[in-house]
């Protein structure tokens, strides 16, 4: 039975104000109630606080340490982030998720080679992992290196079943492929009306279209597709404070405002 995010997270959220209101020092309620905090309710102080306090009641508690490192990604505090997220790691290594976000932090903190060496050792702990995508040629595309970055997107087409991604459709943009860059806009599009999702895939497309537009340097669509994310409260958008690819938007008034609509932080171009 689907479960839209929101409901579940309002659900999660009441479930842990009643477990902390039984016994202030569980740790798991904390770090819940502060995931809750970034993703839900955008209440950053919220959820620092949250977080802090859950880590305290138990240092090795690798959710929390998870959890807060998302709360310093998103607040632009890329190195202590990476730390977080490797303390996390530190304390449960074949965590697959973990892994993989160790390589995410390490991504946003522009150290590149780290991230690719990261994402490759999740591969080879699982790489029928669920949640392992495109993070390796996305890093190359971060990096500016979009020949690589268009060969490792390879793998991701088969026959009859092209990759329609908004990281693709960028790299092929800033490569001078713009015709091919429209071409697969115009199917992200098509995707986007005739097969409507909802969940994390509806906030991953709505990134997606975001990085689309951005790489074919459109530049009102970008911001118009990021409110529009920001209206259905996209659990993704708010990591456009501290994603190094929308570096570029941000001596742009209009992205400023987007920023403080949210509360999110705004870093100097």
């Given at each position: 039975m689907y479960v839209p995010p929101r409901s579940a997270l309002s659900k999660g959220k009441v479930a842990a104000e009643r477990a902390i209101a039984l016994d202030d020092d569980l740790s798991d309620a904390h770090a819940t109630l502060g995931f809750v905090h970034l993703f839900y309710d955008w209440d950053w102080d919220g959820a620092r606080r949250e977080l802090e306090r859950a880590i305290a009641l138990d240092p090795n508690a690798p959710i929390a340490h998870l959890y807060y490192g998302y709360y310093l990604d998103i607040a632009g505090r890329a190195e202590e982030a990476v730390a977080e997220h490797r303390r996390a790691l530190e304390i449960d290594p074949l965590s697959l998720i973990l892994n993989l976000r160790y390589g995410d932090a390490l991504q946003f903190a522009h150290r590149y080679?780290?991230?690719?060496?990261?994402?490759?050792?999740?591969?080879?702990?699982?790489?029928?992992?669920?949640?392992?995508?495109t993070e390796i040629p996305l890093t190359y595309v971060y990096r500016g290196d979009y020949a690589t970055a268009l060969k490792e997107f390879e793998p991701f087409s088969h026959p009859?079943?092209?990759?329609?991604?908004?990281?693709?459709?960028?790299?092929?943009?800033?490569?001078?492929?713009?015709?091919?860059?429209?071409?697969?806009?115009?199917?992200?599009?098509?995707?986007?009306?005739?097969?409507?999702?909802?969940?994390?895939?509806?906030?991953?497309?709505?990134y997606a279209l975001v990085l689309a537009y951005l790489g074919l340097q459109m530049r009102d669509s970008t911001l118009s597709a990021i409110s529009q994310a920001m209206d259905e409260r996209g659990a993704f958008i708010i990591f456009i404070a501290s994603d190094p690819l929308l570096d570029e938007l941000r001596s742009d008034p209009r992205f400023e405002v987007l920023l403080r609509r949210a509360h999110l932080p705004v870093h100097a171009p």
């Open positions: 080679d780290e991230a690719i060496a990261q994402y490759r050792r999740t591969h080879a702990l699982d790489s029928s992992y669920a949640l392992l995508g009859g079943k092209p990759y329609i991604g908004g990281d693709l459709i960028y790299a092929l943009a800033r490569s001078g492929q713009r015709d091919s860059a429209r071409t697969i806009l115009a199917a992200l599009q098509r995707r986007a009306r005739s097969e409507p999702v909802h969940g994390s895939a509806r906030d991953q497309e709505a």
